[in-house]
């Protein structure tokens, strides 16, 4: 399992609830799918947990020690966040205000895995890309909710998931 992967679920989330758990039944079929999605996830999960290994699979799954950037930048939105900080930084020391004046030339693209600071610009939490992720996607999660069409799948997951790559902590 990947991290990448979790993007779609609230999309599969809303789509299924709307489309199989409203109307005639609706408390059955909802019983019936959150048991198929306990079952799935107890059996994937299930040996992880026995062996005391959870921690490290979450910790695989969610790397926010590897900070926010990888080593090497991928081209989504913390990309430009990380070279307008660059940018600011530059401009500071041309202008001569002192911000950031600390700073090596190669700070946020050294190449190396962790957790960088920004110089000027805000830190960026991962609280923050979860928000960014989840209002990216609010428009797509509308639509599903209010006109759930099969046909429509395959699109949404795309665009779910560029949101994912798009906002997501540590991609690459």
């Known amino acids: 399992m990947k991290h990448l992967f979790a993007y779609m679920a609230p999309y599969y989330f809303v789509y299924m609830l709307r489309r199989y758990c409203v109307g005639p039944k609706a408390m059955q079929r909802f019983c019936m799918l959150g048991g198929v999605v306990i079952s799935v996830f107890a059996l994937s999960?299930?040996?992880?947990?026995?062996?005391?290994?959870?921690?490290?699979?979450?910790?695989?799954?969610?790397?926010?020690?590897?900070?926010?950037?990888?080593?090497?930048?991928?081209?989504?939105?913390?990309a430009l966040y990380s070279l307008a900080d660059k940018v600011l930084v530059k401009a500071s020391r041309i202008l001569g205000l002192g911000i950031g004046a600390n700073v090596d030339a190669g700070h946020l693209a050294g190449g190396i895995v962790g957790v960088a600071n920004f110089a000027i610009l805000p830190q960026v939490s991962p609280t923050a890309t979860v928000i960014c992720v989840l209002l990216s996607m609010m428009p797509c999660l509308v639509r599903a909710w209010s006109n759930p069409k099969p046909k429509n799948i395959l699109r949404d997951i795309a665009y779910v998931n560029l949101c994912g790559y798009m906002f997501g902590y540590h991609v690459h």
Do not use: E
């Open 45 to 78: 999960m299930g040996p992880f947990v026995y062996l005391g290994q959870i921690g490290q699979v979450m910790g695989r799954l969610f790397p926010f020690g590897r900070g926010l950037c990888h080593a090497y930048w991928a081209p989504n939105f913390w």
